[in-house]
């Protein structure tokens, strides 16, 4: 049996029920820099709210790490 993969929409201001990890400041700074930062696929807006798609934030944020010197 295949398990069905879920991706969640999250609202960006109940993120941190879900998440500890990015705080809402650091969320709402990504919205704002989405296009430079390659992120545009991680947010959704409807109905005037900021929604974050879970998974593709967590792509996103693996494949965009930096890494630590």
């Given at each position: ?21 990015p ?13 430079e ?18 998974n ?14």
């Amino acid at each position: 049996m295949q398990k069905e993969i879920i991706n969640r929409l999250i609202p960006l201001t109940k993120w941190n029920e879900y998440h500890v990890w990015p705080t809402i400041g650091g969320l709402r700074h990504l919205v704002a820099n989405a296009k430079e930062k390659k992120c545009e696929s991680v947010f959704v807006k409807a109905g005037g709210r900021w929604l974050i798609a879970e998974n593709e934030f967590f792509a996103w944020a693996y494949s965009n790490k930096e890494a630590k010197k």
